[in-house]
């Protein structure tokens, strides 16, 4: 009897230190604290720009312009524990692919971004980095493709169902909290008691644009059920699937290479 009580103190003083420290389990910043290099390390012809914030918050991001005219600019929203600088060679071999130019962000508190990130300000900086891409005069012509990868996956459903987007394409994300937690082995047991942050199910009723939805299989932090879960949701927005059985949650391009960027080629043109 003693050892059921403190199993029940234990889980539910655990529950009460999940419940107050959401925003830094979310976005713990803390694991890339800094810009490691730049587009210019690279040879790519880059621009860096602050995107103020409604609360006036400046956001770092980085503009690399298509070499060509192609019409497209790709739009990225990293996961919780990467920076634009561990992100960008990831992102710029997307838009490389794509003949598209490329602008990717830091959330807020992230590197050289300013504030505190959190689930209250999240959704509100999105919106300010897609007017500021979409209110350039060389892109305002352009079709956007918005990208995102774990917790990016978020932001991206959030501007393609509030925004225009030729092509949504989310990799290794969540349908929603509460169900990443339930299809998690050892967190399912908070379920009943997590509230509906980040809510891409919801927000994924407003999506139109066709969206590809990549996943590995083997995925140990936010399970392959996600994305199944994500394509059978009831909405307009017609979707594809594309899981890479052997790879985890950061290597499905490692592991892929050519045939995940010929993929992602192929549905962004048909």
Known sequence: MKFLLLIIIAYFFLLSWLLLSVDIIIFPRFRAPNILMTPKDLGVKYEEISVETADAKKLCCWYAPAEGAGGLTLIYNHGNAENISTAFNHAYAIAKK???????Y????YARSEGAPSTASFYDDCDSVYRYVSSRPELKNDKFIVYGRSLGGAAAVHMAS???C???????TFVSVPLHIWFNPVLFVFYPFVREYLPSSEKARDVTAPWLIIHGGRDGVISVKNAHALNALDIKAKRSMYIV???SHNNVMKLR??????KIYDFVNK
């Not at 794509?98 to 990717?104: C, D, T």
């Not at 290479?257 to 010929?262: K, R």
Request: hydrophobic content about 35%; glycine content about 10%.
């Open 106 to 109: 830091d959330y807020r508190g």
């Open 162 to 164: 509030k925004f225009p």
């Open 98 to 104: 794509l003949g598209a130019s490329l602008f990717i």
């Open 166 to 172: 030729h092509r949504l394409i989310t990799e290794s």
């Open 245 to 247: 059985d052997e790879a």
């Open 257 to 262: 290479g050519d045939e995940y960027l010929n």
